[in-house]
Each structure stands twice: as structure tokens, then as C-alpha cells.
């Protein structure tokens, strides 16, 4: 099958990619460097399993539109980010718009970008302006950045949503090697993402509530959550309590869910609570720290950048947030990451223009063992669970603060070697 893919970013790569181990792919992006690097055999992004797939595949990158009237199918996998708090969809129509202009004949369009419910309705308005029918799918997607290639390879369902069963029989034959099928109408496809994702969000912001609440009673979180694991109807997968969830998904849909539902006049202030608690939640990290540390003028190492491991990806990363406190607070930071620094280098430059706040003195280290970066410090702050620090020793790392955000260290051995060690919900508590 022909198929193109508009939209070279997280999600736009990895479709491409993917699909092209069984179809001929073009991934078409407005954006001149990115497509030159991806020609050029480089990746925009640090994406496990991501290149080398692309290497494999039947694909080729443009910017030309050319590709749209030969194709069978065309993916739009736009970015859909949030805009005062809204999701901005003006990227997909955009995207329509160029299809509607660029086709002769009739296609099916599939919506991948997250959209609000009632985007399908709007973009199948913009492609059928003219006398051309087009079709048009929702069908989301669930790739979690770090393991997307293989989320995408092998789901747990990929949700269908069309208006005739033409586009049902369409899209199995586009995911072949796909069995996992849920078919449905396109209102509940796009509701269908932001619910499992705002569920998601949901048991993290309940857990670090929980999570809280053990510091204060001295209650250890581990073995509350061990409890709740044995009742299958609760789980314990996916409640790792610690300093929030980041990322480009979460902290959109569930801000652009609420927005929504405020739009059509049905409030949703359990979502509303999620979110506050995701947003104070990084604070807790500092408290932690001043109570061992006057931070101006303080030497702090930090663990991590991304908003989690496996990926360079630090939009909404709790990290970062810290590391800015830690620098408005007067705080010297030198940084460890495995692949963000560049994009915390790029974050902070403008961030420092926007408030004045000098960066002059933060020391970027990726190469670097991460123990011996942290020699000359008064305290680590452990961001970001890379597999790397969590084989760190102890022994090794010089600082004699170290607040734990993600849990990574042995605490037991910590305290037991003496030092200051702080982390969420008390796990260490026998
Ligand atoms: C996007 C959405 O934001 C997310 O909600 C969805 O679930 C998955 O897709 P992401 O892939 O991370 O996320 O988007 P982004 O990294 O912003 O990449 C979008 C790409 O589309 C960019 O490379 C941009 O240049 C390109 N684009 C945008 C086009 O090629 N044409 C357009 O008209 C607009
Ligand atoms: C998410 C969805 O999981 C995926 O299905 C898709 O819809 C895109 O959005 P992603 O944002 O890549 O994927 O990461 P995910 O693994 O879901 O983690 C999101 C954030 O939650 C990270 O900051 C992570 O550190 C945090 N998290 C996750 C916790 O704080 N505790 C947990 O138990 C799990």
C-alpha cells in the first residue's frame, strides 16, 4: 500500500517507520532540517530502535506534497499542543488543508494527532470543501516515548474510529500484522485517547497524594501499594509515587480535557484536582532539600533531565522545573543526562532571557560517570530514573545530601552509610 505520513515529529517518525516495514511510506514535514537530517541518515530525535527501523523500511522523507494524490492513505500526525490551555488543532487543519489542495481523488485520511472529541467533524469539513470525497479515521495513538517502536509494533489494541466499515477493512489491511482491533465510531475514538490517558495521570496524581500523606503519618507508601496490588480491581502497576508526571501527553490532554469540558459547560474537577497536585508536586523535592541545605550559593548536582528515562524529550519535565527553582533560589547546578543536555541548554537560554536569571555558572555532563560528576557537590537531586544511576553505589557518590526523587538508590544502604538521604513516601520506613 502507498501511504503518507504528514508530520515528522515523535509520533509522525514512528508511524512512518513502522509502517514502512510493510508498506512504501513518505513522511512528509514542513520543516527543511528535519527532513535533510532524516535523509542524511540522522534522527531529530533520540528515540530507541527508531533509526535503525527506519533503515530497514520503505520510506523516504520530504517536504513535497507531491506523495498525497498517489497515496492510498494519509496520516496526519501533526502536533497538537496546548494553547491557553486549550488543544490547539490549528496544525491538523492545516494539515487537511494541504490534502484537500493536493488531492484529485478520493482518499482516507487518519487522524493520529490527539484531538479533541469533534476535531474528525471539523477536518472532514476542510478536506470535503470541494467536490472530492474524502473519508476520514480517528485512530490515536498509545506509544509511550522510550518504548514507541515497540508499543507501535506490538499494541494492545488499535482503536478504529470511522463513519462506514470501507475504512474498518482499510486500516486492518494498513496494520497487517495487527489482531488487536476495537472498532467504533470517531466521537468515542477521540474520547476513547484522552480518557486512557487521563486515567493514567490520575493514578499518579492519586498515588503521590497517598504518597504525601505516608510522609506526614509515617506510613510507607510501598507497602500501601503492595496492598492495593493484591486487589486486582485497584493494581499496582503505573502508581510509582515521586515528583509527577511530564512529558508532551499527559499534562496537555488532561489540561486541554478540562478546557473542553468547560467549553461545553461540563466542569470536570477531578481532573482539575489532578492536575494541581501534578503541578505542586515537584515542590516537594526542594522542601526536601532545604531542610538539609541553605541553597544560595549551594553546590547541587541533578540526575536527569528528560521527564523520563529513555528519551530527550524535557517538555513539562518536573526536572527542569527544578533545576530552574534551583537556580532562582541562587544555587550553583551542574546537570548529568544521558541524552538531553542539548535540549536543557537550548530550554535555559531563553528561560534566562525571559527572567534574568543567570545560567552563566550551570555545567552540562553526559559522558561523564554520573557519581564523578557529582564530587565537589553538597547534594544530588536524582530527577529522572536513567538505568544508569540506578546501578550508581552509594559508596560512590560523594555529596552527603541526596534527595531521591524517582527512587533509584538503595536508601536503606544510604542511611546506613550516613547520609542525609530524602525521597517520596517513606519507602525506606521498616
Ligand atoms: C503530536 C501531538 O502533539 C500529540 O498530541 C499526538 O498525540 C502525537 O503527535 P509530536 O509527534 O510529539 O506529537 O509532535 P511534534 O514533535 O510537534 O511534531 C509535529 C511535526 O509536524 C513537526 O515536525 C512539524 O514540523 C510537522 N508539521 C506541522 C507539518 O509537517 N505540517 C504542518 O502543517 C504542521
Ligand atoms: C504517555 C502514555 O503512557 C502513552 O500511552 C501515550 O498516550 C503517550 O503518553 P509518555 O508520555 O511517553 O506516554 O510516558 P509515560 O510512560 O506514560 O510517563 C509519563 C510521565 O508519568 C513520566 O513523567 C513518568 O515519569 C511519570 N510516571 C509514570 C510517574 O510519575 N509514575 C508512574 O507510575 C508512571
Redo the contacts with the bound molecule.
Keep these: 500500500m502507498k501511504i503518507s505520513v504528514i508530520g515528522a515529529g515523535y509520533v509522525g517518525l514512528v508511524t512512518s517507520a513502522c509502517l514502512s516495514l510493510d508498506h512504501e511510506v513518505t513522511c512528509i514535514d514542513v520543516d527543511p532540517r528535519k527532513v535533510a537530517e532524516l535523509n542524511a541518515g540522522g534522527c531529530p530525535i533520540y528515540e530507541p530502535r527508531l533509526r535503525e527501523t527506519i533503515d530497514k523500511g520503505n520510506i523516504e522523507f520530504t517536504q513535497d506534497l507531491g506523495s498525497l494524490d498517489r497515496s492510498d492513505v494519509i496520516f496526519i500526525c501533526v502536533g497538537t499542543p496546548c494553547y491557553k490551555g486549550q488543544c490547539d488543532i490549528r496544525q491538523v487543519l492545516a494539515a487537511a488543508d494541504d490534502i484537500y489542495r493536493s488531492t484529485k481523488s478520493s482518499k482516507t485520511v487518519v487522524i493520529k494527532s490527539t484531538v479533541v472529541p469533534g476535531t474528525n467533524d471539523k477536518v472532514l469539513d476542510v478536506l470535503n470543501a470541494g467536490v472530492i470525497c474524502h473519508k476520514c479515521v480517528s485512530n490515536p495513538?498509545?506509544?509511550?516515548?522510550?518504548s514507541a517502536v515497540e508499543d507501535f509494533l506490538h499494541p494492545d489494541r488499535v482503536v478504529i474510529g470511522a463513519r462506514e466499515s470501507e475504512s474498518y477493512d482499510l486500516l486492518e489491511q494498513v496494520y497487517l500484522w495487527h489482531d488487536c482491533f476495537i472498532h467504533m465510531d470517531v466521537v468515542s475514538a477521540e474520547m476513547a485517547k484522552y480518557a486512557?490517558?487521563c486515567a493514567?495521570a490520575t493514578k499518579?496524581s492519586f498515588i503521590n497524594e497517598i504518597s504525601n500523606l505516608c510522609e506526614v503519618t509515617g506510613a510507607n507508601v510501598n507497602k500501601v501499594r503492595k496492598v492495593m496490588g493484591t486487589d486486582p480491581r485497584i493494581g499496582s502497576s503505573?502508581?510509582?509515587q515521586?515528583i509527577?508526571?511530564?512529558?508532551?501527553?499527559?499534562p496537555k490532554d488532561v489540561e486541554a480535557l478540562i478546557e473542553h469540558g468547560r467549553w461545553l459547560g461540563c466542569p470536570t474537577p477531578l481532573l482539575e484536582s489532578v492536575c494541581d497536585v501534578n503541578d505542586n508536586q515537584y515542590t516537594g523535592c526542594l522542601t526536601k532539600l532545604e531542610k538539609y541545605l541553605w541553597l544560595k550559593d549551594s553546590r547541587v548536582a541533578v540526575w536527569g533531565v528528560s521527564?523520563?528515562p529513555e528519551t530527550d524529550d524535557i517538555r513539562h519535565s518536573p526536572a527542569v522545573e527544578i533545576i530552574k527553582e534551583l537556580l532562582g533560589s541562587g544555587a550553583n547546578v551542574r546537570v548529568h543526562d544521558v541524552v538531553a543536555n542539548p535540549n536543557l541548554y537550548a530550554e535555559l537560554r531563553s528561560w534566562s532571557k525571559k527572567t534574568g536569571i543567570s545560567i552563566a555558572t550551570v555545567e552540562y555532563y553526559e559522558e561523564t560517570d554520573p557519581c564523578e560528576m557529582t564530587k565537589g557537590s553538597d547534594a544530588l537531586v536524582i530527577a529522572t530514573a536513567w538505568r544508569q544511576y540506578t546501578k550508581a553505589k552509594v559508596s560512590e557518590i560523594e555529596p552527603q545530601v541526596i534527595v531521591d526523587c524517582r527512587g533509584v538508590l538503595n536508601g536503606r544502604e544510604a542511611i546506613k552509610q550516613g547520609k542525609c538521604y530524602a525521597c517520596f513516601g517513606n519507602p525506606n520506613n521498616s
Excluded: A, D
Design positions: 495513538e498509545f506509544l509511550r516515548e522510550g486512557c490517558n493514567l499518579i503505573f502508581y510509582e515521586g509527577g508526571y511530564g512529558g508532551s501527553c499527559f521527564f523520563k
